[in-house]
């Protein structure tokens, strides 16, 4: 096996989980890499850490964003594939971790299906509480497209490898999407006419994916930006591509919204519902009687709130 193999992996502030990551790259059965990391702005001492490995090991490099570029990690990934020189490219993220055969198992594979543009392997998840990491199952799909567009998201940034000349020919990650980066890429290389692909299942995972716990309001911020583009974007390339038919599938995105930020968060963020209940209507994702099916029950649901929080407030002066 010949293939030299990008491994590329963007970063910021992860000096206290990095290394693991890079000791997973380290240990691999298969040598024949080079591990591409970027940095996007980081404040703490990942960018020491990082040199440090750079030093002692050549096939590892690293860079900085430029200040001028847009902040995130699509960018910093654009940088690392327009730099990568590897006939294939695995995304890694920088708190996640490569099982110590997964390359070669990987490029054995391209070996064998070098007329693919990607090949998918499954994922493992660690069980935050207790350390336990249990195979995540890619279930065949009739189509994967239509799971992407409706948010189901079969599998995750790491789970491909990819032929190079493939990715550049997509021209790469959108940038400046906070969230949404990797049904955005997904979608466009399962619209691409000549794509070829396989899904291996039945393997073991070779990757293994640590959930982090996040700041909730910043997720809900994050998924409100991301949407305002990704919408638009997605729409635009159903369009190029004569799929306006499956565009109704993007719906899922906005119950999504409400089920996983809005709701839960318990406040009404009353713009930035207007927000999307409008745009998928402008996109023609939503019917005009569900949209305003859609603006009835908002609004009722902030009026039951108001009722609720008056209510409270006379049950305690009851009392």
């Known amino acids: 096996m010949s293939f030299l193999v990008s491994i590329i992996i963007p970063t910021y502030n992860r000096s206290h989980l990095i290394c693991d990551?890079?000791?997973?790259v380290i240990n691999q059965t298969y040598d024949n890499w080079e591990c591409i990391i970027v940095d996007d702005g980081s404040t703490d001492n990942t960018v020491e850490q990082l040199k440090k490995y750079c030093s002692t090991d050549k096939r590892f490099q690293f860079f900085l964003r430029p200040n001028e570029a847009i902040k995130g990690a699509s960018t910093c990934r654009n940088i690392g594939l327009f730099k990568a020189i590897g006939e294939c490219i695995i995304f890694l993220d920088?708190?996640?971790?490569?099982?110590?055969?997964?390359?070669?198992?990987?490029?054995?594979?391209?070996?064998?299906?070098?007329?693919?543009?990607?090949?998918?392997?499954?994922?493992?998840?660690c069980n935050y509480n207790n350390n336990i990491v249990t195979k995540k199952e890619i279930e065949y799909k009739k189509s994967f497209l239509i799971e992407f567009l409706k948010y189901k998201l079969p599998w995750s940034i790491?789970?491909?490898?990819?032929?190079?000349?493939?990715?550049?020919?997509?021209?790469?990650f959108k940038e400046g999407y906070p969230r949404l980066n990797?049904?955005?890429?997904?979608?466009?290389?399962?619209?691409?006419?000549?794509?070829?692909?396989?899904v291996f299942n039945e393997m073991d995972y070779d990757t293994i994916y640590y959930p982090s716990v996040a700041n909730w309001t910043s997720m809900i911020d994050k998924y409100f930006d991301s949407l305002k583009l990704f919408i638009p974007d997605i729409v635009k390339e159903l369009e190029l591509r004569n799929k306006m038919d499956l565009k109704h599938y993007l719906s899922s995105y906005l119950k999504v919204w409400f089920r996983d930020f809005m709701l839960p968060n318990g406040k009404n963020l009353i713009k930035q519902n207007k927000t999307l209940i409008f745009l998928f209507y402008k996109y023609g994702i939503n019917s005009l009687p569900k949209t305003i099916l859609l603006a009835i029950l908002f609004y009722l649901y902030i009026m039951m709130n108001y009722i609720k929080r008056k209510l409270a407030k006379k049950i305690i002066e009851v009392n």
């Open 21 to 24: 990551t890079l000791d997973s």
């Open 94 to 125: 920088s708190d996640d971790y490569l099982v110590k055969d997964c390359l070669f198992n990987r490029v054995l594979k391209f070996e064998e299906n070098s007329g693919e543009s990607f090949l998918v392997f499954p994922m493992g998840v």
């Open 158 to 172: 790491m789970c491909p490898i990819w032929k190079r000349e493939f990715l550049i020919k997509l021209k790469g």
């Open 182 to 198: 990797d049904p955005e890429l997904m979608i466009r290389a399962l619209l691409e006419s000549e794509v070829k692909f396989k």
